[in-house]
């Protein structure tokens, strides 16, 4: 039995497994790929004291400083179901196992919504890009699209907008899904066209990297094409929480519902990082986060544990 057992292997799991084994207790971690996001992302340069750094190095920097404590690592393990016991909290694993923890720190992270067109995985990290927070300086004076006209397409717009030379937004829809704050806002930028009621059919490229965007116009049912260097994805970021939805309360969203300390609607469950309903996913969050969510379980433990 573990005092905190740490679910995921992000930078959110493992901050919290770094702090918590600092209190001198029994960390387990638990994680499908260690390493979590991280694993696919190339320039890292928002790491704060970390000028530039690629992200399979900050992945395994991750995993080595977690190491240096005395902490159980289980990895390439799926958890499959939470139960709260009158003691403990049980993670079942897919290969059969049973953990038990004191108290257990959900940090399962999140995935970006792909489209699914031709080119969007062969050239993911060679033009096609998620997260404009990370990449948008990489395409600075270029021309980019952004796919999804939702809150989050639209934001990704106004702010590479600032940054590249040209902005095309597509949208599926006839209209644009975001506040219209935002849609004002973006109707304002001299250097962004909207396209809407326009389906992707692909993303293009060299063999190398991205150089346009085919999309088919769904009035007409016409094939257009446009010459560009990048593509951000934005139709939306998943919660890994599928396996959560029967015992912890999770938002609209699907993610986890957490108070200002990183408590879950489950007395001793925290969250931390993708996965929880705090708000910009970014590592140095979800590190923050991670680091929380251990403190308040070892706040929890102190107050709730007889032994
Ligand atoms: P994750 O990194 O998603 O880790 C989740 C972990 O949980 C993984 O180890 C996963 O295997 C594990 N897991 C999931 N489900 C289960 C389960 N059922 N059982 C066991 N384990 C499970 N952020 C920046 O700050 N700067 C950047 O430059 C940057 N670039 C990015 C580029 C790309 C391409 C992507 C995809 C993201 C980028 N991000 C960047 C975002 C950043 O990677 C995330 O905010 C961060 O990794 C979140 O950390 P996390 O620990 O919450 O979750």
New binding site residues.
């Given amino acids: 039995q573990f005092d905190v057992l740490v679910?995921?292997?992000?930078?959110?799991?493992a901050a919290a497994a770094i702090y918590a084994a600092r209190k001198g207790i029994r960390i387990g971690v638990?994680?499908?790929?260690?390493?979590?996001?991280?694993l696919?992302?190339l320039a890292?340069?928002?790491?704060v004291s970390v000028q530039e750094t690629e992200g399979p190095k900050f992945a395994a920097a991750l995993e080595q400083h977690v190491k240096s404590y005395n902490v159980d690592i289980m990895d390439l393990?799926?958890?499959e179901s939470l139960v709260k016991g009158p003691k403990n909290i049980e993670i079942k694993l897919a290969n059969g196992a049973v953990l038990t923890g004191k108290t257990v720190i959900l940090?399962?992270?999140?995935r970006?919504r792909e489209i699914n067109v031709p080119g969007e995985r062969e050239y993911r990290?060679h033009g096609v890009a998620?997260?404009p927070h990370?990449?948008g300086p990489l395409f600075k004076g270029k021309r980019v699209a952004v796919i999804g006209g939702g809150n989050s397409g639209v934001e990704a717009a106004i702010d590479l907008a600032g940054i590249v030379s040209d902005v095309t937004l597509i949208e599926y829809g006839t209209e644009l899904r975001a506040d219209a704050v935002l849609q004002k806002k973006l109707r304002s930028l001299s250097n962004v066209t909207i396209i809407m009621n326009a389906q992707t059919s692909e993303i293009t490229g060299d063999g190398k990297k991205v150089n346009g965007l085919a999309f088919k116009e769904r009035s007409s049912g016409e094939t257009k094409h446009i010459a560009l260097e990048g593509v951000f994805v934005q139709i939306g970021l998943v919660p890994?929480t599928e396996?959560l939805k029967d015992s912890v309360a999770l938002s609209k969203h699907g993610e986890i519902q957490v108070d200002a300390k990183g408590q879950t609607s489950v007395p001793g469950v925290f969250a931390a990082?993708?996965?929880t309903t705090v708000p910009y996913?970014?590592?140095?969050i979800?590190v923050g986060e991670g680091a929380k969510a251990a403190l308040s379980a070892f706040d929890h433990l102190i107050r709730h544990s007889d032994s």
């Fill in positions: 679910v995921g292997g992000g930078p959110a799991a638990v994680a499908e790929r260690f390493g979590g996001q991280v696919d992302t890292i340069e928002n790491f393990q799926r958890a940090a399962t992270g999140a970006w990290n998620y997260c990370c990449d890994n396996w990082g993708d996965v996913k970014q590592i140095v979800a």
